[in-house]
């Protein structure tokens, strides 16, 4: 440390000592306290009121408005009260200002034709008016969001009372049909409804539906099928078992109403096999035979 650094230290040191003592000394009320003297110079100050008065100035040099009621807050940890106050002086503050200036002829209105020139770019404000539409979609989006999963749960409410309703009703007709079809086996038929009339029917195998299906018959009192039908049997076949329809059996064994004694009629095993393949004759033989 340099002697130039230490003195400075030396020093602060002892003003620091110095202003503790002066403090002790103080608060023992050892030291006399300076009297603050208390002057009032009217003619003075009222020679400066006069010169900062603008009584001599017109209204719009002034423009100084002042409400014909004072605010009064009842509650003053009220902020909206309190700043509705403020507004209700705000607003009558411009009422007289606007008749004041009116009195005085100086427009204080914009004209139509005036454009004055914006604070913020065009592109700044593009920004802004996209970011606000942005928003604007965003909220709109959530809430169409909202209002489809509301849709589907109400939705899928109404699916399961239709479901649950339809089991019931099934449930319902089947215990009658059931009811209906013991009783007609009991031999109990009391009162019986057109409903059970068509279930009794139907059991018996006699109904619309049944005869609709049994159609046409055959001669041999089958079913006929319809006419896709025997086209596709003409190309596919009848269906039902195939394998082993060849297969010999004792009948079709002893069956010889399907031989030919003239188509089957040969002149022996030995004349079978020597007549093959007929030889072409030689030159000398095809030129005598022409």
Known sequence: MSDDEQM??????????????????????????????????????????????????????????TSTEPIVVEKTENDLDRELKFYQQGLEAVIQAQTEVKKVGVPFSRPDDYFAEMVKSDAHMARIRQ?????????????????????RKYGKKIEQEKLKEREDQKKASLDKIATIKKRLRSGDLGEVDDFEIDVASDDDGSSAKTKGARGKKGKDGKPMANKKRQLKNDKFGF?????????????????????????????????VHKKGKTKRPGKSKRQRTN
């Open 239 to 271: 269906g039902g078992k195939k394998r082993g329809l060849r297969k010999n059996t004792a009948e079709s064994t002893s069956d010889m109403s399907g031989f030919s004694q003239k188509r089957n009629k040969s002149t022996g095993f030995s004349a």
């Open 8 to 65: 400075y230290d030396e020093a602060m040191m002892e003003d620091e000592e110095t202003a503790l003592e002066i403090a002790a000394l103080q608060s023992e009320d050892l030291l006399p306290q300076p009297k603050k003297e208390f002057i009032n110079h009217k003619v003075a100050l009222r020679a400066l009121v006069d010169e900062l008065s603008q009584k001599s100035l017109s209204w719009i040099q002034r423009c100084d408005i």
């Open 131 to 151: 970011k606000l539409l942005d928003q604007q979609k965003g909220i709109q989006n959530s809430e169409e969001a909202k209002k489809q999963r509301e849709l």
